[in-house]
């Protein structure tokens, strides 16, 4: 409806031009539109200026992404009104215009009775284009329904997730995930594990920041991926309750709840998911001597049965002090019990042609324990929403202990206790002033400081540590990290070009403790980062922008741990106390396009990076006793390569060409070239990949929504591995009862079960073949009933739901 509404007001006055009189002076009249609950600036707000001497005469214009307008009009006397939908309208009536005039800052505010007069045709994309970013809309996605964070993630633009639940981000898995702004216990001790446990009910929006401004963290080369959560400001109780059930089984409830009365906003998102994720793997290796003659291989056949079940409870009241100041204090608490069961069918053949085999059980429970309390404070001055001082403080510990008893050929192999202990304290302040009506400088600093302590037990049973001739891999280590950071940005428009530069400080230590060998390691890194993001608005409907910023990769704790941790007798991973961080330099070239019914965004990227964070596989030299043989054992270990670099194309579009049909894609092109030596061998490689997502959604008769989503990746490279190509297929189905207060909806995941990484691994001692499923084809049944609220609409109220969200530029 907003868009068709300006539309049509943007149309009628293009030809009342003509009308317009031509020989009186013209003035400008300008002004800034703001939501009156939140402070934040309306995007998209329609002025509307009609002649009272002669009512036929209409102009007007939209405001931008500041919330400012700014239009020309000859003297004379007009009634003003300023629109958006949802909101009440503003009006001005018989104002006598005669120079140049500021209205000012307009605050409108939300009309819940307007609600119910939205029609559907006013429903946001599914994926919303901007210069500075790309936001994805949840709940307009029908396959993702019943499905969880990693689910959700999967179908945002330029995001992909592999088979094994790692996000990369145009094809780089170093990526920063935050939630409403920030580093969040929600995403847990093991970030991909706990995005796939976190309902997607729970997600209001993604937002993908690929050229982030000097306020955001510096870490992550692959950019910023910043998930938003549910929350209501509407007046009363309102909310919405989603049940679901599955195959393989799967059953789960969510609700987001809300009430809002006078000065306080009480609000909760709470779920309880039970899901079983059936998965396999296979793994051939052939082994060679220094010769290159073939010694032995290894066949490896594994069957997953995982069992993930947990609540995940949210919970906040929110203060509005006065007209300019809020309190938030929020509470998330995350209790999960996962189990999974995995059987190894494994056979070895020596260089006679003789096959012995076995198997191996490896049943593992997992106990997670999350709390988080949140604390934020945020303020404005003088009723001026770009004028403001905002404060954050978190405060998060969780637990992690998962036990295995793993059974070799029927008898008790070796008994694996693993324990986590993490607390992380997490400071924020941020303070913006506005210089003038188009220019603003802010400055800020975050503090975060985390502490890891890991507890690694092994006990061998049969065959016994001398036996099998390896060292005992039980070990204790204490991993610290403080990071302290400071940054300052300045911002400026004139006319159609904008600028944000700005510069970010970041101190980091970290203490490796490895408690076993006294092995203790400290490392300190400073690093300046710049960024500067430039605009130039041809007009309202067609932009270009250049970003550059400067990011950081530091390594994990568990990169450091000089300590080998066992997957199997004959492979394990060792980490490196030695590793230094990553610094890469980044470029961004950016082209926004509207259409009447088409959006376009294209971006050319090119990235460069430094002591590049790189796994790779090698002999270690030793042997162990594997089923009655003698065999060599294999070592992981992650390395500083000398550089990367990667450049690539992307396009996203939207195009709708009715009401009842809705299209976009997602096409990204990256070449990734490698080069680096290490222990003599050269790990030079190039690799152009690819990958493209299409989402087609289509209302049919009886208002029938039906979603397809086609994903492929291209092969990928790296300077051991080839992966083929991956190609899935998503299909959802809803239908809304009720008036639209509920909604039944039924997805399938990967139609054709084709969702599998297939790779190839060739180094001078080994060749490897293997093939990976994290899970099967499933099927979902959701319905979800709605309480005092509509479906989401076009009328993004542009609240910041402590989203960290810029005001200027990106």
Known sequence: ??????????????????????????????????????????????????????????????????????????????????????????????QLLRSNTDLGQIALSLDVSQLDEVEVIAERTTVELRLDKK?????????????????????????????EGNVQLRGNDD????????????????????????????????????????????????????????????????????????????????????LRTGALNIFTNTGYN????????????????????????????????????????????????????????????????NSSETTNNFSQTNSDGVTTGGFRFDPETEDDNTFQYAFNFDTQFNENSQHKLTFAFQYETSDEVEESLIVQNGF??????????????????????????????????????NQLDTDYDVIFINPTLDELGITDPSNLLDFEQRINAFYTQYGNKFGKFSFLGGLRYEATKQIVNQLETNDFNENDFNGLFPTLNLNYEFNEG???????????????????????????????????????????????????????K??????????????????????????????????????????NLAENERYGFEITTNFRPTRKWNLNGNVNIFNLITRGDFNGQNFDAENLSWFIRVNNKITLPKSIDWQTRIFYRGPTENAQTRNQGIFSLNLAFSKDFFQEKASLAFNINDAFNSRRRVSETVTPFFNTDSEFQFRVRSYNLSFT???????????????????DGEEFGT
């Open 542 to 596: 067609e932009s270009f922008q250049f970003g550059y910023n400067r990011r950081i990769r530091r390594p994990r704790s568990f990169f450091l741990n000089p300590f080998p941790s066992r997957s199997s007798p004959t492979n394990l991973f060792q980490g490196n106390p030695n590793l230094a961080p990553s610094f890469s330099n980044q470029v961004d070239l950016g082209y926004l396009k509207r259409f009447k």
């Open 412 to 449: 008790d192999s070796e008994s694996v206790r693993t324990a986590e202990d993490q607390q992380r304290l997490f400071f924020q302040m941020d303070y913006v002033v506005p210089l003038g009506k188009n220019a603003q400088f802010e400055l800020g600093y975050r503090g975060d400081f």
């Open 598 to 639: 088409l959006t376009l965004n294209g971006s050319i990227y090119y990235q460069r990076a430094t002591d590049v964070i790189t796994f790779i596989t090698e002999e270690t030299g030793e042997t162990t006793l594997f089923d009655g043989e003698i065999v060599n054992i294999l070592r992981r270990t992650p390395v």
């Open 1 to 94: 409806m907003r868009k068709l509404f300006l539309g049509l007001v943007l149309l009628l006055a293009l030809s009342l031009q003509a009308q317009r009189p031509q020989n009186l002076p013209q003035i400008k009249l300008s002004g800034t539109v703001i939501d009156k609950d939140t402070g934040q600036p309306l995007e998209y707000a329609t002025l509307v200026l009609q002649s009272v001497r002669n009512p036929d005469v209409i102009t007007g214009g939209i405001t931008d992404i500041f919330g400012n307008f700014e239009v020309e009009t000859p003297i004379g006397r007009y009634n003003i009104s300023v629109e958006y939908i949802s909101y009440s309208t503003y009006k001005l009536e018989n």
């Open 785 to 803: 009933y709605r309480f005092n609220q509509k479906k989401k609409r076009g009328g993004d109220r542009n609240r910041n739901f402590d989203g």
């Open 135 to 163: 936001i994805y809309n949840v709940g307009k996605d029908l396959t993702v329904r019943g499905g969880t964070v990693s689910d959700v993630l999967d179908n945002v633009p330029s995001v992909s997730v592999d088979v």
């Open 175 to 258: 990526v920063r995930i935050l939630i409403n702004g920030k580093p969040s216990a929600i995403t847990g001790l093991n970030s991909t594990d706990a995005l796939r446990q976190l309902p997607a009910e729970s997600i209001e929006k993604v937002e993908v920041i690929t050229s982030p401004s000097a306020r955001y963290d510096a870490e992550g080369s692959g950019g910023i991926i910043n998930i938003i959560l549910r929350r209501s400001k509407l007046q009363g109780l309102n909310g919405a309750l989603t049940g679901n059930l599955g195959y393989p089984y799967s059953a789960g409830i969510n609700g987001n709840l809300n």
């Open 274 to 337: 039970y899901r079983e994720s059936p998965g396999n793997s296979l793994n051939d290796t052939d082994f060679f001597d220094q010769d290159g003659v073939f010694t032995n291989s290894i066949r490896e056949e594994r069957d997953f049965e995982r069992i993930r079940k947990g609540l995940n409870a949210n919970f906040g009241v929110e203060w509005y002090v006065g007209e300019n100041t809020s309190i938030t204090n929020s509470v998330f608490i995350r209790d999960r019990n």
